[in-house]
């Protein structure tokens, strides 16, 4: 069946950087197009990037743009956040997700707090 497995999360300072993935397995990864978004406590998901099937198109929220980079490894059937200039707003769970469909992962926890 269809799994999305998020890590790496953590505790990191502000200013800090962050690098989260997110391996897919009961599909094939290499024709979905891959997104990240996040939850923060009483808040809205919101989607932060989204990354086309070939890893050629990006796309970013404005509150990340510039400090956070989507990418992804169809090989090894993963996708990444790359997040540097962390702010204590950027804590949330993280979530990955298929594009357009519903199946999400887990979430991994991303807290920016000194």
């Known amino acids: 069946q269809v799994q999305l497995v998020e890590s790496g999360g953590g505790l990191v300072q502000p200013g800090g950087s962050l690098r989260i993935s997110c391996a897919g397995s009961g599909f094939t990864f290499s024709t979905y197009a891959m997104a990240w978004s996040r939850r923060a406590p009483g808040k809205e998901r919101e989607l932060v990037a989204s990354i086309s099937n070939s890893g050629v198109f990006t796309k970013y929220a404005d509150s990340v743009k510039g400090r956070f980079t989507i990418s992804r490894d169809n090989a090894k059937k993963t996708v990444y956040l790359q997040m540097n200039s962390l702010k204590p707003e950027d804590t949330a769970v993280y979530y990955c997700?298929?594009?357009?469909?519903?199946?999400w992962g887990q979430g991994t926890q991303v807290t920016v707090s000194s």
């Open positions: 997700n298929i594009q357009p469909t519903n199946y």
